[in-house]
Antibody, heavy 120, light 108 residues
């Protein structure tokens, strides 16, 4: 079972970026998925998620409509569309799988992350 | 906003018991989860729903929760347990999900 993120790069403030995460080794369409970010050298921070059926559990306050989580079950892929990027969005963005049959959202499988750097 | 508080660091000698705490006002009503993250690697779930251990996690890892504090215990800590440990929970009555700031465990 594996999650591999891609799409991270250097972008200017106000710019946009789309991150991807490809899943393998499990039946992707059966699981909720999400994104968690980590400022280099700092802690973890929930970004947002999407259930197996496309329903959304709620984004972090700092997202404020700037980021959108989506998925393509045919491609075993999860996406994070990020707009109006700010310097403080600089972080590693981890893709993660929601644990099945859980009342609360928590993750039981993570990717290593892709680095987004927002800088002028 | 809801916060979970962890000590920045814990240090033990190999074979000793390491205890990492996590405090939060809603922990009496919400489960706590614990993640291990080694340098440059993806986080790994080591405890879920306060005290359950996923398959493949060594028995020396255990969790407990009482009142507003949850505790991750590593009985007989080993050098390979050196990592950052994060607690995770949710705020009651909202969609807010939070991680603690993380605790760096040193075993030497």
């Amino acid at each position: 079972m594996q999650l591999v993120e891609s799409g991270g790069s250097v972008v200017r403030p106000g710019g946009s970026l789309r991150l991807s995460c490809v899943a393998s080794g499990f039946n992707f369409e059966d699981y909720g998925m999400g994104w968690v970010r980590q400022i280099p050298g700092k802690g973890l921070e929930w970004v947002g998620g999407i259930n197996w059926n496309g329903a959304r559990p709620g984004d972090a306050d700092f997202v404020k409509g700037r980021f959108t989580v989506s998925r393509d079950n045919a491609q075993n892929a999860l996406y994070l569309e990020m707009n109006s990027l700010r310097v403080e969005d600089t972080a590693f963005y981890h893709c993660a799988r929601r644990a099945p049959a859980a009342v609360i959202w928590y993750f039981d499988l993570w990717g290593r992350g892709t680095l987004v750097t927002v800088s002028s | 906003s809801y916060e979970l508080t962890q000590p920045p660091s814990v240090s033990v000698s190999p074979g000793q018991t390491a205890r990492i705490t996590c405090s939060g006002d809603d922990l009496p009503k919400q489960y706590t989860f614990w993640y291990q993250q080694k340098s440059g690697q993806a986080p790994v779930l080591v405890i879920f729903e306060d005290n359950k251990r996923p398959s493949g996690i060594p028995e020396r890892f255990s969790g407990s929760s009482s009142g507003t504090m949850a505790t991750l215990t590593i009985d007989g800590a080993q050098v390979e347990d050196e990592a950052d440990y994060y607690c995770y929970s949710a705020a009651s009555g909202s969609n807010v999900k939070v991680f603690g700031e993380g605790t760096k465990l040193t075993v030497l």
